[in-house]
């Protein structure tokens, strides 16, 4: 009787977890070439801050 609507609400979940892996990556991805580039213009301001 309700074995059609569990049926319909069952999602894509290979769907979501391809798209989760693929974020996590580009985020991975993002932080190696950033991460040196923002360490270096914190490391500025955080000397500009102590010279005062």
Do not use: Y
């Not at 049926?7 to 040196?36: H, N």
């Amino acid at each position: 009787m309700n074995s059609k609507l569990f049926q319909d609400e069952t999602g894509d979940v290979p769907g979501w977890v391809l798209i989760t892996l693929m974020t996590a990556g580009l985020v991975v991805v993002m932080w190696s070439f950033a991460g040196p580039a923002l360490q270096g213009v914190f490391q500025q301001a955080m000397n500009r801050v102590v010279s005062f």
